[in-house]
Nanobody, 127 residues
Framework: QVQLVESGGGLVQAGGSLRLSCAASGRTLSGYSLGWFRQAPGKEREFVAAIRWSGGNLYYVDSMKGRFTIFRDVAKNTVYLQMDSLKPEDTAVYYC????????????????????WGQGTQVTVSS
């Protein structure tokens, strides 16, 4: 079992920045990948970014590459999502997720491939 707790969401003006944190506990993360997804009202949950815990391989949605950066602190068992140049359309609940079942690039993008989820943190970007 992996427990995930997100923090760092809030209200920010367009063009601003936020850093989300996801603290993992419960077991060693070796062999796991951690990802960020988001879900806006009335929309499906969508992939944002992921990082392979061992090795640090990074995966991004092309539309967010350059504005969002995922990174990890191994000592703190925490993964972060740095979000810059935020837009109102980035408004959503952001979820952290973990999986030991993703390996090929295409598998990272699907929420069904992740077994553990945090409770989510709200990000609201005002125009």
């Amino acid at each position: 079992q992996v427990q995930l707790v997100e923090s760092g969401g809030g209200l920010v003006q367009a063009g601003g920045s936020l850093r989300l944190s996801c603290a993992a506990s419960g077991r060693t993360l070796s062999g796991y990948s951690l990802g960020w997804f988001r879900q806006a009202p009335g929309k499906e949950r969508e992939f944002v970014a992921a990082i392979r815990w061992s090795g640090g391989n990074l995966y991004y949605v092309d539309s967010m590459k350059g504005r969002f950066t995922i990174f990890r602190d191994v000592a703190k068992n925490t993964v972060y999502l740095q979000m810059d140049s935020l837009k109102p359309e980035d408004t959503a609940v952001y979820y952290c997720a973990a999986s030991d079942r993703v390996y090929y690039t295409s598998t990272y993008y699907y929420a069904d491939n992740y077994d553990y989820w945090g409770q989510g943190t709200q990000v609201t970007v005002s125009s």
